[in-house]
């Protein structure tokens, strides 16, 4: 599967409460990949859900599957969907690995990747048949 990254007009509306959150549940979760799962609705988080990562791993993160269950029933019971995944690249950009594009299964869901150093990046990603499509944060 080849790596193909480009841009793309749409945009996700992340208020700063919630990318304080993303954040700092990533920077906690140094030196590994910090993890979770978010709410959306009407191109917008809704809720964050910050879950374990079970592979404790700097480079990969597999959510506990209780944890991913807890967040669906907890974005239902709101009205919400699940609307993505969120991690960190504890050592790379913020630009989905090619482990990232192949391990995404959905194609509507919205991959906010997140350069937890100094000054933190989050970026977001569409990912769908192999290609990342990046999308604006606002």
């Known amino acids: 599967m080849t790596r193909r990254v480009s841009r793309s007009a749409e945009q996700i509306r992340l208020p700063a409460a919630l990318r304080a959150l993303i ?27 910050p879950t374990h990562n079970l592979e404790g791993s700097r480079t990969t993160y597999t959510i506990p599957p209780q944890q ?6 907890a974005a239902e019971g709101d009205g919400w969907q699940l609307g ?13 690995s090619r482990r990232d594009i192949e ?11 997140v350069e ?9 990603w569409r990912i769908q048949a192999g290609r990342a499509t990046e999308l604006a944060v606002s």
């Open 23 to 49: 954040v700092e549940h990533c920077v906690k979760a140094l030196p590994a990949e910090g993890c979770g799962l978010f709410a959306m609705a009407d191109g917008a988080v809704t809720a964050v859900y």
């Open 84 to 96: 993505g995944a969120f991690h960190s690249h504890p050592a790379t950009r913020a630009i989905p």
């Open 116 to 124: 937890p150093g100094g000054d933190p990046i989050i970026r977001a």
């Open 68 to 73: 991913h269950h807890d967040a669906l029933l």
């Open 103 to 113: 391990g995404a299964l959905d194609p509507e869901w919205v991959h906010l990747i």
